[in-house]
């Protein structure tokens, strides 16, 4: 079932007064509670895509049909946390007073691994549990869909593989619907229950992956035979 349904979605900025047309005309089906990645080399549109969906930012023509409640939190590049709140105070940021239950913010940061922790600063903590705080914070927030902008590029390649196994974790306990941005073939073949590629500033193709992501080995035959069919489909010859 599309839990979001965008209908050729346009958006163009002005740069030193002329027109450049970043989406096209974006045709896409977004599911619930699965993980569709947006994929593309740099300067395709996928962050502008994830902020027009998120709301962000407004399209300029075209329609964008949330099929379940229209709930969005955003996880970016960088954690952004603030330096002075603790984990528990950063997870609760920005919810009402009202909505704050602390078993609830509890329950949640037991649920992305930082039992304990609760009381640290961010400057105490690693790059990885800072990701994960910051997934704890879009958690608390109740979204029908998390948007997530490259959100492990940044990592160490160990901590963004151990990042994206945790991802995954809370991903199918909570049933959460997330778009996922990312340049990285691999990282959207381990996450993706589905691809989009987006090319020349529209869906250039759609790839569904059925292997349960927890069994997926990148090196596998099968999944090294996917990669070689969306690599003939990625744009990697012109500049965007």
Not at 22 to 48: F, M, N
Not at 92 to 99: A, D, H, I, N, T
Not at 219 to 235: A, C, G, N, Q, Y
Request: glycine share 8%; charged share 25%.
């Amino acid at each position: 079932m599309a839990g979001i349904e965008l209908k050729n979605v346009k958006k163009t900025y002005l740069v030193d007064g002329r027109e450049l047309p970043v989406l096209k005309g974006i045709d896409l089906d977004i599911p619930e509670k699965q993980i569709t990645v947006l994929l593309g080399k740099s300067g395709c549109g996928k962050t502008t895509l994830l902020r027009v969906v998120g709301g962000l930012e407004p399209a300029d023509s075209g329609e964008i049909l949330f099929r379940v409640p229209h709930k969005t939190a955003f996880v970016f590049q960088e954690p952004r946390l603030m330096p002075w709140l603790s984990v528990m105070r950063n997870v609760s940021f920005g919810l009402k007073r009202e909505e704050i239950k602390p078993e609830e913010i509890q329950s949640i940061i037991d649920v992305v691994g930082l039992t304990g922790f609760e009381k640290a600063l961010p400057a105490q903590l690693s790059g990885g549990m800072q990701h994960r705080t910051a997934i704890a914070r879009a958690l608390a927030y109740h979204p029908s869909f998390i948007m997530m902008d490259e959100p492990f590029a940044a990592l160490d390649y160990f901590t963004r593989e151990q990042m994206q196994r945790e991802l995954l974790r809370i991903q199918q306990e909570q049933k959460t619907s997330i778009l996922f941005v990312t340049h990285s073939l691999d990282e959207a073949l381990i996450l993706a229950d589905q691809i989009a590629i987006i090319r020349d500033g529209k869906i250039g193709q759609l790839f569904s992956i059925d292997v349960p992501q927890m069994e997926r080995d990148v090196m596998s035959p099968s999944m090294i035979t996917t990669k070689r069919e969306i690599l003939s489909h990625l744009d990697l010859t012109t500049g965007a």
